[in-house]
């Protein structure tokens, strides 16, 4: 299936979708909350910005939510993708190209020229945009405004109207009602709210969003954060632990029981701006095998790159004496080496048969990640990596793929290359998760027997590029590594075939010839042999 | 090497492909008229309502069937010499075949209307069909209203299709209620009231006379049987049915009836001449199915099953229980087994229905009046396990089993609300009424 541009809006176009006055009031109500945000932008000083700032988020989601209503709750319950591939911004048409440029260069502003959002230099005050959000920072946490709240906030924001939105869209199914109100929920308080408080109580914490963890979250174990963390005694130490326990027990322990949705569609802000901003865009993702390949190439490389920095950051401020501390560089290295051995050779053991191919991959990341450890053993001094300072790979890191490929890629070009990019092709937290969730958990998404009709809508509306058809139409269960859960598949499939579900490990991969209604004896020749 | 041919690039002879394919490296041609490459009908409707693009509608990429070494033609058969075992195409060129499969699938049925051939008067079946629609019926100001004929299972979808763009329907069904020929009355009602919510005009027990025509050739209006009311419309659908697109077999050796007549085999009179799908007429019904089954599972199965015999296991076709499944407008349908409408009920059948106050969803359970046994279920808004259901019928199961285990046939998605304690609460009801 290519995913050539759309040509529809040259020919005599369905002009169904054309929007009722009710929607276009909305519209403009929305469209004058933005304004009120490009007049901050253009440096104009608003004399009352509490009064602003509200007016103008005030609108935002007054449009939105009057929008969705009237476009929603004047039909009956069911599936709403009706004209989706004629819209301009749903289908790559002149408005997708154009918010995605928009939205690119705010990434790129945001990023790298916070100063022409107005944030204040050296010490002074706040202009423009960011001072509009100055009154709301100090009511949260007593202190000025930054890019990165301004930023919170619009986020914040757009996850919850549009979370409301895919709510009323999916209002006759639980399933999609629970996750989103899940992401909304953790996306207020654990990212918005509770790291302003904290900051209130005890302003020694770094930021921290707690269910941001590593590698995501690929900053929290760098020098700077674990010096803040100790500094500010034990909620900073219990905090740090956490960030740890996290990673090595709460996410196996969850991933096992329940796939790796629990994180990507339940808890993650960027699963969840995808979920929800991203709705419109999901039908983007390129399904070709190529973009398969190039996926698990590029996914992975993330992983390694991630690990061998953080490896490196860490091993860089670690002391030499195991007289002072325990954690010695040796030890450590020695730690990360015989974790990966421990997982490699798990992995081989039990699943060589399932991995196939795939094993050999496996091997090479593997390898790779150890010679450079020993190398490092061997080769570093100081704060170097071989060549490389950590420092330097950190902020590579930060930049190409903190930056570039989650905030730049991953979110300006929804309009293009679909919602959950980064989700898909660069996020390590999600490769870790995917590992799992093939070699060791109970999720899969099972087929109905033999009733799929090949229709394509479950692959159409599969934001992570999943071939979903290709598995139903085979009367095979979906079980694969990049799969976040979100159940769209399973909704929009109008035969009923596909059921998220988590069960026994047996029999969860279940390649089939013959399909469920035919001769029962030519299956069992078929299918057994 | 041995060549086949295939006529027909459906599932049935698709399918008929990919598992010759998988059993033997033997020359494989699929030929088509209609399309380059495969591409499911069932999903006609949704490249109309904006769902889906053509492209998506391929199950599999274009590169598949090189990778395969399946080559594929595109090219009308216009006859068939089953002495020189050639095939001659509309475009003049000839192809010799070793094997050959027929499965060129249906054509929408015409019962010779007045005005059946003019402008903006369609069926629903071939990709052909819905470029004609998209041609006519763009939007609601080029296409003021459009009528449907014949109410089965793709008049409802085109009704929905229409519908999507905000053009008025006026849907014509010939039945007393919506496919209760097939649908026991209490599920066919159901549907009729949905049909309306969707501000649909449904007509139930009106015929259409005749399709009036323009002075260009192109429909203005229909006139209806019943009544001689005159409406209106920029489009005609007729969807009354479909049978076998055998037409350019007539003059050819093959022995035809409504289909290719064939065996338990899916052979045809001529050795080395088999037909699969939609266009395959078995002698007899087997296990209470039709001779013709227009449905995609049957050209499946069949499409399974002969690529064993040309492999060499020569194999009966031999279907296991019943399933299929539809959606309409909102509702989604399953069965399993068999559950007959009033029409075409057994005597020994009896039914228990349960039906959820909000009107959209509701489930039939079929038993034997004596044994108790379980014969089938239909269910509609509620998901479904084939495969337990499919034990069951093989289990032989008694209808009491069946209600009070009907959770482990839950198919709903997570969270979702469950009504099979409402369900046996209301069959212990009907019992002590009985
Ligand atoms: C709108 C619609 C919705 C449907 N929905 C469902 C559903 O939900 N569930 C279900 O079970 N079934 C459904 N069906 C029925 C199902 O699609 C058919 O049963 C199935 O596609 C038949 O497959 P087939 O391979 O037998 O034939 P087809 O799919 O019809 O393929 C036959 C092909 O052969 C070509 N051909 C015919 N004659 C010649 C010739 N002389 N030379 C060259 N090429 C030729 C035709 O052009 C066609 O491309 C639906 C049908 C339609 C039209
Ligand atoms: S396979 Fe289904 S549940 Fe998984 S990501 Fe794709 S659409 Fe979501
Ligand atoms: S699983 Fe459902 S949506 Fe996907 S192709 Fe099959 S019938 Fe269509």
Not at chain 1, 7 to 15: D, F, G, R, V
Not at chain 1, 352 to 369: C, F, N, P, Q, W
Not at chain 2, 108 to 136: C, I
Request: net charge positive; hydrophobic share 40%.
């Amino acid at each position: 299936m290519s995913n050539k541009l759309n040509h529809s809006m040259s020919l005599a176009k369905p002009e169904a979708n054309d929007l009722s006055s009710k929607q276009k009031i909305a519209v403009f109500i929305g469209v004058v909350g933005l304004f009120i945000l490009t007049l901050a932008l253009l440096n104009i000083n608003f004399p009352n910005k509490t009064l602003f700032l509200t007016l103008s988020l005030g609108c935002i989601a007054a449009g939105t939510v009057i929008f969705t209503n009237d476009l929603y709750l004047t039909k009956l319950e069911g599936i709403k993708n009706d004209g989706v591939w004629f819209k301009s911004i749903s289908s790559k048409g002149v408005l997708g190209w154009v918010t995605g440029i928009v939205l690119t260069l705010f990434y790129i502003v945001l990023y790298f020229y916070p100063s022409l959002l107005g944030l204040g230099q050296k010490g002074e005050s706040n202009t423009g945009l960011i001072a509009l959000f100055d009154p709301l920072s100090q009511l949260l946490s007593g202190r000025p405004a930054s890019q990165w709240f301004v930023y919170g906030t619009l986020y914040t924001l757009a996850i919850l109207v549009f979370g409301y939105k895919f709510m009323l869209k999916y209002r006759h199914n639980k399933y999609q009602q629970l996750r989103t109100a899940s992401v909304m929920f953790f996306q207020l308080a654990f990212a918005f709210l509770i790291p302003e408080f904290m900051y209130r109580l005890n302003s020694d914490l770094p930021y921290y969003d707690l269910k941001s963890i590593w590698p995501l979250n690929y900053y929290n174990f760098e020098r700077y954060r674990i010096n803040q963390f100790i500094d500010a005694g034990d909620i900073g130490l219990a905090l740090l632990i956490f960030g740890v326990v996290s990673i090595f027990i709460i996410t196996p322990i969850l991933t096992y029981k329940y796939g790796k949705r629990w994180y990507c569609s339940w808890v993650c802000g960027c699963g969840g701006l995808a979920e929800t901003v991203g709705d419109p865009f999901r039908q983007l993702s390129d399904k070709r095998q190529v973009a398969w390949k190039i996926e698990r190439w590029v996914i992975h490389s993330v992983l390694v790159f991630v690990v061998l920095m953080t490896t490196a950051v860490i091993y860089s401020y670690l002391g030499k004496d195991s007289s002072k501390y325990w954690l010695t560089r040796d030890v450590f290295l020695g730690l990360v080496a015989g974790f990966l051995t421990l997982i490699f050779a798990l992995t081989l053991i039990f699943k060589r048969k399932e991995l196939g191919k795939d094993a050999i991959y496996g091997a090479i990341g593997y390898l790779v990640i150890i010679i450079t450890l020993i190398g490092l053993h061997y080769f570093s001094s100081g704060s170097k990596l071989f060549l490389f300072k950590s420092e330097t790979l950190r902020t590579t890191y930060a930049f190409l793929i903190g930056s570039i490929f989650s905030g730049v890629i991953g979110t300006g070009f929804y309009p293009i290359f679909g919602s959950r990019v980064w989700c898909r092709f660069g996020c390590p937290m999600a490769a870790v998760l995917g590992f799992q969730q093939r070699m060791f958990s109970k999720f899969r998404i099972t087929t109905n027997g033999g009733q799929c009709i090949s229709c394509g809508n479950c692959s159409t509306y599969c934001e992570m590029g999943i071939d979903v058809r290709a598995y139903a139409q085979k009367g095979e269960n979906i079980v694969r590594s990049s799969c976040v859960g979100c159940g769209i598949c399973s909704a929009v499939c109008p035969r009923g075939v596909l059921k998220l579900e988590n069960d026994t490990m047996k029999g969860r991969i279940n390649p089939t010839e013959i399909l469920l209604g035919n001769d029962v004896d030519l299956m069992d020749f078929i299918n057994n042999k | 090497m041995e060549h086949i041919v295939i006529i027909g690039n459906g599932i049935s002879g698709v399918t008929a492909a990919r598992h010759i394919r998988k059993l033997s490296n033997k020359k494989i041609t699929i030929i088509s008229a209609e399309t380059d490459y495969f591409f499911s009908r069932t999903a006609l409707m949704y490249i109309y309502m904006g769902h889906m693009k053509f492209e998506h509608t391929k199950p599999y990429e274009d590169w598949f069937w090189k990778k395969n070494n399946i080559e594929l033609k595109n090219g009308y058969v216009k006859t068939i010499d089953t002495v020189s075992k050639t095939l001659q195409f509309a475009e003049g060129d000839n192809m010799p075949y070793d094997k050959l499969i027929i499965a060129t699938g249906s054509k929408p049925n015409k019962f010779g209307w007045a005005g059946q051939d003019l402008n903006g008067v369609m069926g629903m079946y071939h990709k052909q069909d819905l470029d004609t629609l998209e041609k006519h019926a763009p939007n609601n100001k080029m296409c003021k209203r459009a009528v449907i004929v014949g109410g089965g299972l793709i008049g409802i979808e085109l009704a929905e299709m229409l519908n999507s763009r905000n053009i008025p329907v006026t849907f014509l069904v010939r039945e007393s209620s919506f496919w209760n020929g097939v649908l026991p009355e209490n599920e066919s009602q159901m549907i009729n009231r949905h049909i309306k919510n969707h501000h649909i005009d449904l007509r139930l027990s009106t015929n259409l006379k005749e399709i009036i025509s323009d002075e260009n050739g192109k429909v203005k209006s229909i006139i209806i049987e019943e009544t001689g009311e005159e409406i209106f419309c920029d489009v005609v659908g007729l969807t009354a049915g479909v049978s076998p697109n055998i037409d350019f077999l007539k003059n050819s050796n093959i022995e035809t009836n409504r289909g290719v007549k064939v065996n338990r085999f899916l052979e045809t009179n001529i050795p080395d001449v088999y037909a699969i799908g939609d266009c395959a007429e078995q002698h007899e019904g087997i296990n209470q199915r039709k001779p013709i089954e227009a449905v995609w599972y049957t050209g499946r199965m069949m499409g399974e099953t002969i690529a064993q015999t040309i492999c060499g296991n020569r194999i009966q076709y031999n279907p296991g229980h019943w399933f299929n499944s539809a959606k309409f407008l909102d509702i989604e349908y399953q069965t399993y087994g068999w559950v007959f409408g009033n029409k075409a009920k057994p005597d020994y059948e009896q039914h228990f229905h349960w039906k959820h106050e909000d009107d959209t969803k509701c489930i039939t359970v079929a038993y034997h009046k004596e044994t108790n046994e379980f014969l089938g279920i239909n269910t509609f808004g509620i998901r479904m396990r084939h495969e337990t259901f499919n034990t069951w019928l093989t289990e032989k199961r008694d209808v009491n089993y069946v209600i009070e285990h009907l959770k482990e046939a839950n198919f709903e998605p997570e969270f979702y609300k469950t009504f099979e304690s409402d369900i046996l609460s209301a069959y212990k009801n009907q019992l002590q009424i009985v």
